[in-house]
């Protein structure tokens, strides 16, 4: 990697984590994409799982009493049965369409938050935790960006913007967990690389979380989730270009 990569790089990671300091989530939407057009998907997911993992703890550990532990125990199930599905294919799935399924995720998560921006969100059943945990954990696992199918649930459930944030984090803690075990057992984390790389950059992330955290409360939910689909309805095209080149 060329200086210039190193500061596209350390661009990408400070931009994701102010945006988890301030949301609690969109840390992976926004890093994996784009981290994605430098660097091999395989090096790039598990890279993020480990920052993101020590986000959830900083987060988790700052609102640990404001975490609503029974929705993360209602989607907890689910989501050990999606990761391990997911890691399967990330290590099995040919790279292009892979990138293409990324970009279009991201796409279609970021279209689904400008069309119904300023609705109120309405409960939903407890039901729902199912799904929404079966497909949060196969798409963290197989792309690192588990975060949309849970948010889109937790949203319609808790409508305190602290306690939504906190309870993010609980879940990613536990979710992360389960995923460096996944990880470790198929060999993506034996990666003398991939450690050095962890460790540069978490100051990045951290200083970004602080960061974040700050402007936390000065921003509504609506104008954070519109900022972040700006961003995604560009990085999702862009992995388009990546893997069309």
């Known amino acids: 990697m060329s200086p210039a990569d190193y500061a596209y790089v350390g661009a990408v990671l400070l931009g994701a984590y102010f945006i988890r300091g301030i949301s609690g989530f969109g840390s992976g939407l926004v890093a994996v994409p784009l981290l994605a057009l430098k660097l091999p998907l395989t090096f790039v997911v598990p890279l993020i799982l480990l920052t993101d993992f020590t986000a959830s703890l900083v987060l988790g550990g700052l ?145 970004a979380l602080w960061l974040g955290s700050h402007v936390h409360s000065r921003l509504s939910n609506a104008q954070m989730m519109q900022l972040i689909s700006l961003i995604l309805l560009g990085s999702g095209v862009s992995l388009y270009f990546k893997a069309l080149a």
């Open 63 to 207: 609102n640990f009493k404001l975490v609503a532990w029974p929705e993360i125990r209602r989607l907890l199930p689910a989501g050990l049965i999606g990761v391990a599905a997911g890691t399967l294919l990330l290590v099995s799935l040919p790279k292009t369409p892979m990138l293409i399924g990324l970009g279009s995720f991201v796409i279609l998560f970021a279209l689904r938050n400008l069309i119904f921006a300023g609705r109120e969100p309405r409960p939903i059943s407890t039901w729902w935790a199912w799904p929404a945990g079966l497909t949060g954990g196969t798409v963290g696992a197989l792309f690192g960006t588990g975060g949309p199918p849970y948010v889109i649930y937790l949203s319609h459930r808790l409508f305190d913007k602290g306690q939504l944030r906190a309870t993010f984090s609980g879940l990613f803690i536990l979710d992360g967990l389960s995923r460096i075990v996944s990880f470790t057992i198929s060999g993506l984390l034996l990666d003398l690389n991939l450690l050095w790389a962890y460790l540069g950059a978490m100051p990045v992330a951290l200083v």
